[in-house]
């Protein structure tokens, strides 16, 4: 087995991800695919790093992790915000910028 | 990746590929999950599984900093936020199956298929026969390597991540705080409220003591066997999360008596007996009754 098939996973993965974000209502789902896409991403990174022998692309696999995080602090505090004033989480419900 | 992988190479163990065939299954199983399970906590914790079965994917090619990481990082502290805002959010909630436009969803799978193809033609037509393997760079060990990188050529990303995430910390903070509109009442001020308006100046009753449930749920019974909804939390009486077992109990107790009687050798009177199955009957319908006008 050539390492390229982690691509091909990530690549699968990653349009997965995409299609959940377009599908899903609730953001709480939408917010798990958007994870997904990113460890897709960083999967992909892994695997290039592999392939040409060096470690740059797990460190930047690593600053997407950073960023990932601060990412789903941030946007599960606005979701939670959200729920608070129209008691749900579903993204079409949140269709006024003022309640 | 042992020394011995260092030089170009083409194939990767066999062990390695039975270990991809098999967790990536597992891997693309999760992640269908995660977008077609209806509730959000099926949907976090097949995330959950993929997000591991990714670890170990990482560990297999050769980055052991990241695969440990990921499972600390990413299944440890991310998911169980994800499962702390859905609990916040409410567990039963299941997404509304409703489609707001209409033939949205086969067009985005459709547009999910195209952009995979897209994606796999695109990887399928680069030229990567061959491939270098971390022998080399993680030589000295993958943590001191990327180490040595983080310091010296991507320092200021890092630095820069550091502001990032204290940003994001301050933003949750004042995103999720709320400021007290008014101020808390005092347990003496609500002693004193109580004694003035006079009503319950006793405290309320306690739930029932059943063991099953949630047991606060339970109403507790009263001398009559009626339920006393005095007894159960607020919050669970405007849910209408109570249950009602009295009916139930009554029922119990009469076997019981009649069970008792009947090792005892001793032959109750028909017409107590009938009474009481009534009695249970009856208590059960007027609960029945009490629920309904609740509602």
Known sequence: MNPVNYLYLAALLFTIGAAGVVIRRNAIVLFMCVELMLNACNLAFVTFSRLHGNLDGQIIAFFTMVVAAAEVVVGLAIIVTVFRSRHSASVDDASLMKL | ?295
């Not at chain 2, 009486?237 to 009554?250: F, I, K, P, T, W």
Request: charged share 20%; hydrophobic share 45%; glycine share 12%.
């Open chain 2, 1 to 295: 990746m042992s020394g011995a992988l260092a030089a170009a190479a083409s194939t990767t163990s066999t062990g390695e590929a039975v270990q991809f065939w098999v967790l990536g299954t597992v891997a693309v199983i999760g992640a269908l999950c995660t977008i077609l399970m209806r509730k959000a906590v099926h949907s976090a914790l097949s995330l959950a599984g993929t997000m591991i079965v990714l670890a170990v994917f990482y560990l297999a090619n050769g980055a052991y900093f990241l695969g440990v990481v990921q499972i600390v990082v990413y299944t440890g502290a991310i998911m169980m936020l994800f499962l702390f805002v859905v609990m916040l959010v409410g567990v039963t909630a299941a997404d509304s199956l409703k489609e707001t436009l209409k033939g949205q969803r086969w067009l985005a799978a459709l547009c999910g298929l195209g952009f995979g193809i897209l994606l796999c033609a695109g990887i399928g037509n680069a030229s990567l026969k061959t491939f270098d393997g971390l022998g080399q760079a993680n030589s000295g060990g993958n943590v001191e390597g990327l180490a040595a990188l983080v310091f010296t050529k991507y320092v200021f990303a890092f630095e820069i991540t550091g502001a990032l995430l204290i940003t994001a910390a301050v933003g949750a903070m004042v995103l999720t705080h709320r400021e007290r509109t008014e101020r808390a009442r005092s347990q003496r001020e609500q002693s004193e409220e109580r004694v003035r308006t006079g009503k319950h100046v006793p405290p309320l009753p306690a739930p029932g003591v059943y063991a099953r449930h949630n047991a606060v749920d339970i109403p507790g019974l009263l001398p009559d066997g009626t339920t006393s909804e005095l007894s159960v939390n607020a919050t669970l009486r405007g849910r209408g999360q109570v249950r009602d077992v009295s009916g139930e109990a009554l029922a119990e107790l009469a076997a019981l008596e009649q069970r008792s009687e009947r090792w005892l050798g001793r032959r109750k009177p028909e017409g107590t007996e009938a009474e009481g199955a009534e009695g249970a009957a009856g208590a059960s319908e007027d609960a029945e009754h009490r629920k309904g006008a609740a509602k």
